[in-house]
């Protein structure tokens, strides 16, 4: 009978490995030994490859992962990937992407983007985006914070929601000490929103703490529930940002806030069409656009 694995997908699961290792047999101490030494790497290894590594057979391996209580081998890879995801340094993250991607990039690149959206539109709990919208829609102030790669994540929601909604703020120093005193009047009734994906920004988790503190409603865009975030948001969306190569990918995240922005837009549809009418005549009068092409 398989045990029952639970909180697999954070750090237990190498002291879940390791406690395995005594009474294991010798295919499967094998392998916990490779998995101890090479977490890092065998996140992204194939069954098949795995066995390579350790010296044992392909059907050892999936044995092993439904021993260790997982519901067959992609689940104990889920659980390593979700251990290390915080904890790659940019080198270590150059490395896994050429081992993992090869010579072809361009289209390892665009495979794993399409598998993010895929799993992000499947996984969506779409009460819970409605109830995002609608905290949005009757927010007092609308706080946005996004640091690093996030930046521009925070910027484009920032963009398009300020010209839906007269009550947004882009919180611009996210990255310093200042961040607090742009958050400063922060209070109940407001909503803080938090863009932040590993490597989780320190100073965006302590943006929506001191928010939290102050009784605002917090809503969180990150990747999984291990996030730092989201243990402290009232409201949360997850968006994949598993990535072919070194870089973060935000095209998920993207299409997450773009699926928000019209949602918000769309019950707000009236007042939409009176402020875009008034933007035309602006960008008419003072030449925003190119006009001969």
């Not at 495979?111 to 959206?117: K, V």
């Not at 938090?194 to 917090?218: C, E, N």
């Not at 699926?259 to 933007?279: M, P």
Request: with cysteine; charged share 25%; hydrophobic share 40%.
């Amino acid at each position: 009978m398989q045990k029952e694995v639970k909180n697999t997908d954070n750090k237990s699961v190498l002291a879940l490995i390791e406690s395995s290792m005594e009474k294991s047999s010798k295919g499967h101490k094998k392998i916990s030994e490779y998995l101890l030494k090479n977490y890092i790497s065998a996140a992204y290894m194939t069954a098949q490859k795995l066995s390579e590594e350790s010296g044992v057979s392909e059907s050892t391996v999936v044995r092993y992962a439904n021993e260790l209580g997982f519901d067959g081998y992609p689940k104990l890879q889920q659980a390593l990937r979700s251990l290390i995801k915080n904890k790659l340094t940019s080198v270590q993250r150059i490395e896994v992407a050429e081992e993992r991607v090869g010579s072809d990039i361009f289209t390892a690149s665009f495979m794993a983007d399409i598998e993010n959206l895929k799993n992000t539109l499947a996984k969506t709990d779409r009460d819970e985006f409605n109830c995002i919208v609608d905290l949005l829609l009757n927010a007092n102030r609308i706080y946005i914070v996004g640091t690093r790669s996030s930046t521009s994540l925070a910027s484009f929601l920032n963009f398009y929601l300020s010209l839906i909604l007269d009550n947004v703020k882009l919180v611009h120093n996210a990255s310093g000490s200042e961040i607090f005193e742009e958050l400063l009047r922060v209070r109940q009734g407001d909503v803080v929103f938090g863009i932040s994906f590993p490597r989780y920004s320190k100073r965006t988790v302590d943006a929506l703490h001191f928010a939290k503190k102050q009784g605002a409603a917090v809503v969180a865009l990150t990747d999984s529930k291990q996030s730092p975030l989201a243990d402290m948001a009232d409201r949360t969306l997850f968006a994949g940002n598993d990535t072919a190569s070194f870089v973060d990918s935000l095209v998920a995240p993207l299409a997450m806030i773009n699926a928000l922005i019209a949602a918000v837009g769309q019950r707000k549809r009236t007042e939409i069409s009176q402020s875009f009418a008034k933007l035309e005549d602006i960008w008419e009068e003072y030449n925003i656009y190119d006009k001969d092409k």
